[in-house]
């Protein structure tokens, strides 16, 4: 394995995004439907934040009456700008990006398209497997 591989190895293939004047119900069915965290937020087509599974806890609160969590959008939970990143990005400029802003995802785009998305699971185990290929290598070296 390559010292610092591109993010696109380790990435979550992401074919999904959501319009940011979308329910928040749909958001959280299509997270649940397809087991993921964190989704990118479109408008008119084009790229503009990313709506994580924490934002629409953070926004429905146990005691919220019924018609308040269903007035509401996309739009008043997702975060702008995301971070996007480009598929040939080394994984650890990447890494090392993420921890600086304290964020737990990057938009991984090719040719300015979205191709998928990296989030602190790919992170971690892009880091197991560049160990455990790391200890191969000195394991062969014996």
């Known amino acids: 394995m390559k010292r610092n591989p591109q993010v ?13 004047e979308a329910p ?3 958001a959280h ?3 649940r439907a397809h087991d993921f965290r964190h989704v990118p937020v479109t408008s008119q087509g084009e790229l503009i934040g990313v709506l994580t599974d924490r934002d629409i806890r953070l926004m429905v609160v146990p005691d919220a009456a ?3 969590a269903h007035a509401l959008r996309v739009r008043d939970g997702h975060i702008e700008p995301p971070c996007v990143i480009a598929a040939s990005t080394p994984i ?3 890494a090392r990006l993420m921890a600086e ?3 737990s995802s990057a938009i991984v785009t090719k040719h300015e398209k979205l191709v998928g998305i ?6 971690c185990r892009a880091l197991a497997e560049v160990i455990e290929g790391h200890g191969d290598e000195s394991d062969s070296a014996a």
């Open 8 to 20: 696109i190895a380790f990435m979550t293939p992401f074919p999904y995004s959501i319009d940011v």
């Open 24 to 26: 928040l119900e749909e």
């Open 29 to 31: 069915r299509l997270m």
């Open 66 to 68: 019924p018609p308040q």
């Open 92 to 94: 650890a400029k990447v």
């Open 101 to 103: 802003r304290h964020i």
């Open 118 to 123: 990296f989030t602190v699971t790919d992170a």
